[in-house]
């Protein structure tokens, strides 16, 4: 690992963690794309994100596009990140929690993600799941897997950004879902 990246690694590792999870998965994308390879995040870090910091999580999920098999452990192993017991996750000795990368595509539901946001970041900028489709993931584990969890994220999701979400989109994804009554429940509260 080149010591400009470590220093890096060791600035990030010490910020809030509020922001620490966005800023390491926009300078990891950094290095992903110079490799041609799509970097997106999803799961709880967005959760966070959305939340400003209200709900925390301690891993970040990464979604890549692109010819990733060689690329992962190369970048990752670069940067001192080890694979964890399990097969896609990534550790690393500054952090205190993991980084995950299951497989493409982004499927929420029987539905395709293809469309996601960009935020721009202090590391540049980064590709994240919309509100939307994070809303409906939750919505999708609490009521499947009865994890009220999940719900809870859903809710909190919902307060912090009903004013800038697509409400039409999310009806219309819950309604062919056949989770219009959990979201009903949800956004009338």
Not at 35 to 57: E, R
Not at 93 to 103: K, L, R
């Amino acid at each position: 690992m080149s010591g400009k990246n470590q220093q890096k690694l060791k600035i990030i590792a010490e910020l809030p963690q509020t922001i620490r999870q966005v800023t390491l998965a926009a300078f990891l994308s950094k290095l992903f794309r110079a490799k041609n390879m799509d970097f997106i995040l999803v799961g709880g870090a967005t959760v966070q994100f959305y939340t400003q910091g209200t709900y925390l999580t301690k891993d970040i999920d990464v979604i890549l596009r692109g010819d990733t098999k060689e690329m992962i452990e190369e970048i990752m192993n670069s940067l001192g990140f080890r694979r964890t017991s399990n097969y896609r996750q990534f550790g690393h000795p500054v952090f205190d929690f993991s980084i995950e990368f299951p497989p493409s595509p982004i499927e929420i539901g029987s539905r395709t993600i293809s469309k996601v946001n960009v935020i721009e970041t202090p590391e540049g900028p980064l590709e994240i799941i919309r509100i939307e489709d994070i809303i409906m993931d939750r919505i999708i584990a609490g009521v499947e897997w009865k994890h009220q969890g999940s719900i809870e994220q859903a809710k909190l999701l919902w307060m912090k950004n009903q004013k800038r979400i697509d409400l039409d989109y999310l009806t219309d994804f819950a309604k062919k879902e056949g989770y219009l009554k959990t979201l009903n429940q949800i956004i009338s509260r």
